[in-house]
C-alpha cells in the first residue's frame, strides 16, 4: 500500500502543466449512503486523491461534501496543503441520504463567486449519481450546468456504481456542462481516466 501511494504521489504529484491557466476547482464529494456499496467510496477517495496530487501551488481547491446535509471542509480561502486536503478525502465515512442537488446549488453559487478570470473554472461531481432531494428536478439541473458553462464554469462527472438511469443521468449532467465524464471501475483502472481528465480541463478554458 504504502508503495503504491508513492506510485500514485510520483504519477501525478504537479500533473497539471506550468503553462496551464489557474484552477479554480470546486470538488463536490458525495459520502450518502450508497456509496458505501460495491466498494464506491474506495473508488472516489482513489481518484479524488489522484486529482489533488495533480494540483499545483497556485491552484485554488474548495472540497463540499454531501449526504443529508452539506458541508465544506475546506474553501479556496483555505490555502490548504495537499496532506490537509487528502486527510479530508481519507476521512469520507458514507451514511445518511444524498442531497446531491442541494450540493450542486452550492457549488454553482461557490464557483460564481470565486470565478478566477482567464482561469479554469471547474466543478467535478464525484458520486454515484442516486440523489434523492425533495422535488428535484434533472432538467432543472441539466439548465443549470448549461448556463454555468455559458459563464465559463464546467462541470465534470466521476461516476461511480452500475445503476444505468443514475450513470446516465451524470453522463448528461457532465455534457450539459460543458465537462469531461469517466466511470470508475476500479481503483487501478483510474489512472489513465484521471490523467485524461487533467489533459482535458486544462485545455477546458473559456
Not at 504521489?9 to 496551464?20: L, P, Q, V
Request: hydrophobic residues 35%; aromatic residues 6%.
Amino acid at each position: 500500500l504504502v508503495q503504491r501511494d508513492e506510485e500514485i504521489k510520483e504519477t501525478f504529484n504537479d500533473a497539471f502543466s506550468s503553462n496551464a491557466p489557474i484552477n479554480n476547482i470546486i470538488l463536490v464529494l458525495d459520502k450518502s449512503r450508497s456509496m458505501a456499496a460495491e466498494n464506491k467510496m474506495s473508488r472516489l477517495k482513489a481518484s479524488i486523491i489522484k486529482l489533488i496530487y495533480a494540483l499545483r501551488e497556485q491552484d485554488q481547491i474548495t472540497v463540499l461534501t454531501y449526504s443529508r446535509v452539506v458541508k465544506i471542509p475546506i474553501s479556496s480561502n483555505h490555502n490548504a496543503s495537499k496532506s490537509e486536503l487528502v486527510q479530508v478525502v481519507n476521512d469520507l465515512k458514507a451514511d445518511g441520504g444524498s442531497y446531491g442537488n442541494k450540493a450542486m446549488t452550492e457549488a454553482f453559487e461557490i464557483a460564481r463567486k470565486s470565478r478566477v478570470r482567464d482561469g479554469n473554472n471547474a466543478i467535478i461531481l464525484a458520486t454515484d449519481g442516486k440523489f434523492n432531494d425533495r422535488d428535484f428536478s434533472e432538467e432543472d439541473l441539466y439548465k443549470e450546468a448549461k448556463r454555468a458553462s455559458r459563464y465559463g464554469i464546467s462541470l465534470s462527472g466521476i461516476a461511480f456504481g452500475e445503476d444505468p438511469r443514475a450513470l446516465d443521468f451524470l453522463k448528461i449532467l457532465s455534457e450539459s456542462g460543458g465537462g469531461t465524464y469517466v466511470e470508475v471501475e476500479s481503483q487501478m483502472d483510474s489512472d489513465q481516466m484521471i490523467i485524461d481528465m487533467i489533459n482535458t480541463l486544462s485545455k477546458n478554458v473559456q
